[in-house]
């Protein structure tokens, strides 16, 4: 009995080494998604560069491991699913993802949801001594702008907790920004840039570029409501999330949903443009 015990043991390790890992990346992805709605598996900066794309999977005891840029999670042997440092979800209480697209209020929602089951949730707010240097490693192109960085850390933390943003001018309808953690002065982010400035809350890792409150009112007539809410239809409205790399230990802005600005901006004003339907 003790020999068939080590045997079946055996056997199973060997299934699962490293090097047997022949399960589909497609069939484990599935299973993530399935569980937890959709992954972001291509990952851009502030800056809209490619940081991270597709997913990677790895070795891990008794199941595998999915790393997207977006988060990580274990993939069980018997089925189940959980998320590294959040939610674990049984093989029945996997259902599959809805077909239609998503907006970017019902992505925002179910991020929302999961971090409110995580145990990595909370945001704790930094109160001990601000760095005195800033550290440009991650983007060294911030240097020109240390005068403006150095600024907004000495006023110390209002994004995430632990991190000071800087904002100013970069010509007509341009604003440029960073983000500095004020323990490390790491620049953590450089950019976006937008045309009409970003939202952030010192209790949240959410930031959003060009939100519906800083835009302008909507002129009198209705050729120039329409007129101006075209323009405003083409500048994107960007949701990021920023996001601990659970390997590197690195912080970095991932983008987790794009809208057209106009979205919700007409609504606000009035039907000039006849969109509202009831």
Same mark, same amino acid.
């Given at each position: *009995? #003790?020999?068939?015990?080590?045997?079946?043991?055996?056997? *199973? #390790?060997? #299934? !699962?080494?490293? !090097?047997?890992?022949?399960?589909?990346?497609?069939?484990?992805?599935?299973?993530?998604?399935?569980?937890?709605?959709?992954?972001?598996?291509?990952?851009?900066?502030?800056?809209?560069?490619?940081?991270?794309?597709?997913?990677?999977?790895?070795?891990? +005891? *008794?199941?595998?491991?999915?790393?997207?840029?977006?988060?990580?999670?274990?993939?069980?042997?018997?089925?189940?699913?959980?998320?590294?440092?959040?939610?674990?979800?049984?093989?029945?209480?996997?259902?599959?993802?809805?077909?239609?697209?998503?907006?970017?209020?019902? #992505?925002?929602?179910?991020?929302?949801?999961?971090?409110?089951?995580?145990?990595?949730?909370?945001?704790?707010?930094?109160?001990?001594?601000?760095?005195?240097?800033?550290?440009?490693?991650?983007?060294?192109? /911030?240097?020109?702008?240390?005068?403006?960085?150095?600024?907004?850390?000495?006023?110390?933390?209002?994004?995430?907790?632990?991190?000071?943003?800087?904002?100013?001018?970069?010509?007509?309808?341009?604003?440029?920004?960073?983000?500095?953690?004020?323990?490390?002065? =790491?620049?953590?982010?450089?950019?976006?840039?937008?045309?009409?400035?970003?939202?952030?809350?010192?209790?949240?890792?959410? =930031?959003?570029?060009?939100?519906?409150?800083?835009?302008?009112? =909507?002129?009198?007539?209705?050729?120039?409501?329409?007129?101006?809410? =075209?323009?405003?239809?083409?500048? +994107?409205?960007?949701?990021?999330?920023?996001?601990?790399?659970?390997?590197?230990?690195?912080?970095?802005?991932?983008?987790?949903?794009?809208? /057209?600005?106009?979205?919700?901006?007409?609504?606000?004003?009035?039907?000039?443009?006849?969109?509202?339907?009831?």
């Amino acid at each position: *009995m #003790v020999r068939a015990l080590v045997l079946i043991l055996g056997v *199973m #390790v060997l #299934v !699962w080494a490293p !090097w047997m890992d022949t399960n589909g990346v497609n069939r484990l992805t599935t299973q993530v998604f399935e569980a937890f709605g959709p992954v972001p598996s291509a990952c851009f900066n502030s800056e809209g560069r490619l940081m991270h794309e597709g997913v990677m999977v790895q070795w891990y +005891p *008794m199941g595998r491991l999915v790393h997207t840029c977006g988060g990580s999670y274990v993939v069980w042997m018997w089925g189940a699913v959980k998320e590294v440092g959040g939610v674990y979800k049984r093989a029945t209480d996997i259902r599959a993802v809805q077909g239609r697209p998503l907006s970017c209020e019902e #992505v925002l929602n179910r991020q929302e949801a999961r971090r409110a089951t995580s145990t990595d949730s909370e945001i704790v707010i930094f109160d001990g001594p601000y760095a005195t240097e800033l550290d440009h490693s991650l983007f060294p192109e /911030s240097r020109e702008y240390a005068n403006r960085l150095r600024t907004a850390l000495r006023a110390g933390p209002v994004f995430a907790g632990r991190f000071a943003v800087a904002e100013w001018d970069c010509g007509h309808l341009c604003k440029n920004h960073a983000i500095i953690d004020v323990e490390t002065g =790491l620049v953590t982010g450089f950019g976006p840039i937008t045309e009409f400035g970003i939202e952030y809350s010192l209790d949240s890792t959410l =930031l959003v570029t060009n939100p519906i409150q800083n835009l302008p009112p =909507l002129p009198e007539t209705r050729f120039e409501t329409e007129t101006f809410a =075209l323009g405003i239809a083409r500048v +994107p409205r960007e949701y990021f999330r920023l996001t601990t790399d659970m390997r590197s230990n690195t912080q970095y802005l991932v983008r987790v949903c794009i809208e /057209s600005s106009a979205a919700g901006y007409i609504e606000i004003e009035d039907d000039r443009l006849g969109v509202i339907t009831n």
